[in-house]
């Protein structure tokens, strides 16, 4: 989708930016981050669609910083890049709700594929999340206001 | 079958040392190392036989040898002890006739007078008594001292006859008794006599008897020893006394008479040639008392040995023969221990290719999955560089034709290395050890059918059609069922571009129960072009590849292998050049315990 806002996480710079650049050229909103704390940091701080992050970073990695990511209970998708060995490490991944993993190094063109992926998860489940709530706010009008939170 | 006994495991040791240093010699003599085996297993042989030769042959031939000729010379001892009795109690039968004449002559000269001898019808009354049981005597005289007949009785007409000048006329009156030698006399025909003298009234005469030569010469020659026996005398001059029934005569010389005299029995041996034919005699001689006459037998060799040489030359014969049977029977079990033996070295040098197949894997894994890892990221940065240009390229088109066309060609070509060397990482990656396997219960028939679905659509374009012969009733087992396809992919990958240059083909792929009924047999079969046979052995080696470069990374087979072996199978190859090539994957029915621990 056009505009959607993506964060990307990964450790390693040049990768990160180049990444970020190529997604920009398709139309993106890209920010990208270095580590796990600053995506964290960035997510309190903003909204984002998708969620693109790398399985082995220092500090932080891949699946303590999801964790962290789903503790925020935000309407984000997320999407790990692994190796290849590590097949079992994004399974646990997915069991821990991330939308799906790719493995490096990919083509934009697979990545571009899987973020569309996530971002209509995450619009189906933000679009039914807004419907429940102004069922809510038709069941009692003084919750209006929490539409807003 | 456990070779047991020292002597055994010494050569056991022995051969297990002779294929290890083959072994040691290093890849580059593998043609060397099978004729070397060869060599080492025949050494193996001769040295087994040549033990046995040594520890059992060998000595049973000595002492069999040893026995046979020391009972040899016993029995011909005892042969011998057994003809000298046999002689010496004839020499007493003759010596006993000559005494029991001579007494009788001696009883009748001392107890009658010469008057009484001479009167008529007394000497012949005497002579009848002394020939009523048998016939001793031909005839008997009294002579006096002048060598006249005083009286005769016999069948020769000697009445008239004068002695004095006969050889033994003196003799007898030397020696009061007298036994003569054979001699012709008067009479022309070969006789010996005896005599005593007596002295009367002054005068002495003379008492003389001719001994019955037929019944002397009946008595030393028909007394037969063997059947091939002759029996004769010699006087002291060597003339023969009675005939020795060979080639002599009666009165002549005996050849190669030695004369002397000794009172012992004498055994010579002595072989004769009798119409071209050798024959071995044994001769006995003794000396009779008196007169001294050598008793001389000769029996025929053979004849009287007959006995111990069949003895002999039976035992011998059963000696060889039973030796001969050991030898048989040696070179059969050795021959048989020699080829367990081999077995049991090729099954072990199997095993060891196995075990460095999957110690070579085991260290590519863990060197791959580290260089792989490190060598991604670049990867990965590179190709989103190219993308970068790419999208560049898009946004702002070159002007220049020429250097827009290198532009996008090279571009181009980085993004395809590229990719080749993804497809490299991403292949080596799959070695590194997975923590966890997803062990799961599967229906094979059923997984094949899914892999085959999987591959026919790609396979189509290239004229290939798979079969499937699956066996319905083999049980579920359990494994990895990624993994398992893996392998099914990489093997039926290689089995479509084996195909590349034909245009068309078969893959058949079949399941059964494995003979021993533990696991089942997943059998990949194709129509390709086949391995080549130096090639074969190479195929489960890493980057062993007969593909264009870029086109293969040769990791293929070997990773069907490392992930086979991990599953607890075994994988197999065989192959006909130009006709195809079956792999035989063999699977448990259950993975083994590690496995399960993890999963
Ligand atoms: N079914 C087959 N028929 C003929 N040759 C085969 C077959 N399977 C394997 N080979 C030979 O074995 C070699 C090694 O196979 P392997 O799968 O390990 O590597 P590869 O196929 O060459 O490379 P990759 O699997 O990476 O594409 C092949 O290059 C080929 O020569
Ligand atoms: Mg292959």
Not at chain 2, 251 to 267: P, R
Not at chain 2, 348 to 355: G, P, R, V
Not at chain 2, 409 to 429: D, F, Y
Not at chain 2, 522 to 533: F, P, R, W
């Amino acid at each position: 989708m056009i505009g959607s806002k993506i964060l990307l996480v990964d450790d390693e710079e040049i990768f990160c930016d180049n990444m970020a650049k190529l997604l920009q050229n398709r139309q993106y909103k890209v920010t990208a981050v270095y580590n796990g704390e600053s995506a964290i940091r960035a997510l309190e701080k903003e909204n984002f669609d998708v969620v693109v992050l790398d399985l082995k970073m220092p500090g932080m990695n891949g699946i303590t910083t999801l964790k962290e990511i789903k503790k925020l209970g935000l309407f984000t998708e997320t999407l790990l890049l692994t190796g290849h060995g590590s097949v079992d490490a994004a399974i646990e991944a997915i069991r821990l709700g991330a939308y799906d993993f790719l493995t490096k190094p990919c083509e934009v063109d697979e990545l571009v594929e899987k973020i569309e992926g996530a971002w209509r998860k995450k619009d189906e489940a933000w679009k039914k999340d807004l419907e429940n709530k102004l069922k809510k706010v038709v069941e009692s009008p003084s919750d209006v206001f929490k539409l807003f939170d | 079958m456990k070779p047991s006994g020292t002597l055994v495991e010494i050569l056991y040791v022995k051969a297990v040392t002779y294929t290890k240093k083959t072994e040691h010699t290093g890849a580059g003599m593998d043609q060397n190392r099978e004729g070397k085996n060869k060599k080492d297993y025949s050494r193996l042989f001769r040295r087994f036989i040549f033990l046995t030769m040594v520890c059992s042959l060998f000595p049973l031939l000595l002492a069999g040898w040893a026995i046979n000729i020391h009972y040899s010379e016993f029995a011909r001892e005892r042969i011998l002890k057994t003809l000298q009795t046999r002689v010496e109690y004839h020499k007493k039968i003759i010596e006993l006739f000559l005494k029991e004449n001579k007494t009788r002559l001696d009883f009748i000269a001392r107890t009658n007078s010469i008057e009484f001898l001479i009167k008529e019808g007394n000497l012949t009354h005497i002579l009848n008594n002394i020939n009523r049981d048998d016939w001793v005597l031909t005839d008997i005289g009294i002579i006096d001292e002048n060598g006249d007949h005083a009286a005769y009785v016999g069948p020769y007409k000697l009445i008239d006859k004068n002695y004095s000048n006969a050889f033994w006329f003196k003799e007898v009156m030397e020696k009061e008794i007298y036994t003569s030698d054979m001699f012709m006399g008067f009479r022309k025909e070969p006789h010996f006599i005896m005599a005593v003298t007596k002295k009367e009234n002054g005068r002495r005469w003379i008492l003389r008897a001719t001994v019955n030569t037929d019944s002397f010469r009946s008595l030393v020659e028909n007394v037969r020893i063997g059947r091939t026996g002759d029996v004769y005398i010699l006087n002291s001059k060597g003339i023969y006394q009675t005939s020795p029934g060979f080639s002599g005569e009666i009165l002549t010389q005996a050849s190669g008479f030695k004369g002397e005299i000794h009172d012992d029995l004498k055994f010579r041996f002595l072989e004769i040639v009798d119409r071209d034919v050798k024959i071995k005699k044994i001769v006995c001689e003794t000396w009779l008392k008196d007169p001294r006459w050598l008793l001389v037998v000769r029996v025929g060799e053979k004849e009287f040995f007959e006995d111990i040489r069949h003895a002999n030359r039976a035992t011998l014969v059963s000696l060889h023969l039973s030796a001969l049977i050991i030898l048989i029977v040696t070179v059969f079990v050795t021959n048989h221990m020699v080829q367990v033996i081999k077995k049991r070295d090729s099954e072990l040098e199997e095993m060891n290719t196995q075990l460095m197949q999957a110690g070579k894997l085991a260290s590519i894994g863990e060197l791959s999955a580290g260089v792989a890892h490190e060598i991604n990221n670049p990867l990965a940065i590179i190709m989103t560089e190219h993308q970068l240009l790419l999208d560049a390229e898009k946004r702002t088109p070159i002007t220049d034709p020429e250097f827009g066309e290198q532009f996008a060609g090279s571009l181009s070509q980085i993004g395809t290395q590229v990719r080749r060397c993804a497809h490299i990482t991403k292949n080596l990656m799959k070695f590194a050890r997975r923590t966890k396997s997803v062990i799961e219960t599967i229906n094979i028939n059923v997984f094949v059918r899914e892999v085959i679905d999987l591959m026919e659509r790609e396979a189509k374009s290239d004229g290939i059609t798979f079969k499937s012969v699956l066996d319905d009733t083999i049980p579920p087992i359990l494994t990895d069922p990624s993994q398992l396809q893996q392998v099914l992919l990489n093997i039926i990958n290689n089995a479509i571009a084996a195909h590349e240059n034909k245009g068309y083909g078969m893959i058949t792929i079949a399941t059964r129960l494995s003979n021993d009924k533990t696991g089942i047999v997943i059998i990949v079969e194709d129509t390709g072009n086949g391995i080549k046979d130096e090639d074969i052995e190479k195929v489960f080696d890493p980057f062993f590849t007969t593909k264009s470069p870029g086109q293969g990374t040769g990791l293929g087979l070997s990773i069907c292998y490392s992930i086979v072996k991990q599953l607890g199978g075994n994988i197999h190859v065989e192959s006909d050049v130009g006709k195809g090539t079956l792999f035989t994957l063999t699977f448990p029915l259950k993975p083994p315990e590690n496995l399960l621990k993890h999963g």
